[in-house]
């Protein structure tokens, strides 16, 4: 991952140095009552999160409970409650990013926008890739937490991975970081060997913590209201068709590049025999649209 900013992730000001702060949530005791209070009606009282930690010493269960006060856990008139820091703890061992590192292959009964043939997808390293078999073609390869696989079937998987690279995207495209909420930016490139199945593609970087969202030029379209509106003028609702359908979401050849200083880049999206050509700046707004 290419570095953004400069600064050390340790420097901090007015705030726990990140150190301290991993190190005291570094104790079994202590995760536990993050859980207990995750799965307690809160505010919890003193002696109810003892229960259902199961901790009979009770000094020794006060003094934990008292470090992780204040950065992981409120304490109010009526008991104590997770911050949203605890909470973001809680949820990171529950995704499985910290614990687990399963392999996944699925069979996905669609066909390749190059070659038609079936693609499949496989799932290692917290990524979820799709793509042909046949012709080596990418249809997306994209983050997906472990915890998204507990308890679903291979049908309920994509679904989900579906939404979720909608979401990841569109907010990105956005100027919201979805792995932090800090400001992105946006910039084209052009990248012959792509993962995505594309040789153009829309970049948006953190400027706060760095992280990068790749994707095909198209793929911020598909929460536009013009494309929206009329892909539901021909009968189909994007909101329930899986974006690697979609050529213009994993593919260039619907995009063609008018100018890139400053950028323009129409994207031909076809519906029910009729093409909206959408023309879109370096940062994948709307210029304008036009119906062929």
């Not at 990841?168 to 084209?188: M, Q, Y």
């Not at 793929?219 to 329930?240: A, K, W």
Request: glycine share 8%; with cysteine; hydrophobic share 30%.
């Amino acid at each position: 991952m290419s570095q953004t900013r400069t600064e050390d992730i340790q420097e901090c000001e007015d705030c726990v140095p990140p150190a301290d702060a991993f190190s005291i949530i570094g104790n079994e005791t202590r995760l536990s009552v993050l859980e207990a209070l995750w799965r307690l009606e809160t505010p919890a009282r003193f002696s109810d999160v003892r229960a259902e930690v199961g901790m009979r010493d009770s000094a020794q269960f006060n003094y934990h409970l008292g470090e992780l006060t204040d950065q992981f856990v409120r304490k109010t008139d009526d008991g104590y409650e997770l911050r949203t820091a605890g909470v973001r703890v809680v949820q990171s061992v529950l995704a499985g990013s910290f614990t687990e590192h399963p392999r996944r292959e699925i069979d996905i009964d669609d066909p390749c926008v190059a070659c038609g043939a079936t693609l499949s997808a496989h799932y290692q390293d917290e990524q979820l890739t799709v793509e042909c078999p046949a012709c080596g073609h990418g249809h997306g390869e994209y983050s997906f937490p472990p915890g998204g696989l507990h308890d679903r079937t291979d049908e309920e998987v994509l679904e989900a991975f579906n939404q979720r690279v909608r979401h990841l995207h569109c907010l990105s495209k956005d100027g919201v970081c979805p792995a932090c909420n800090g400001r992105t930016e946006t910039r084209i490139q052009r990248e012959e060997d792509c993962c995505l199945g594309t040789d153009l593609q829309a970049v948006h970087v953190c400027q706060q913590c760095a992280d990068e969202v790749c994707s095909a030029v198209g793929l911020g379209l598909l929460d536009q209201s013009p494309v929206v509106g009329f892909h539901r003028e021909h009968g189909v609702e994007l909101s329930e068709t899986p974006y690697w359908r979609l050529d213009w979401c994993v593919s260039s050849e619907p995009v063609t590049v008018r100018s890139e200083d400053p950028w323009r880049l129409r994207v031909d999206v076809e519906a029910g025999g009729e093409t909206m050509r959408v023309t879109l700046d370096g940062d994948l707004s709307i210029v304008e649209t036009e119906r062929v």
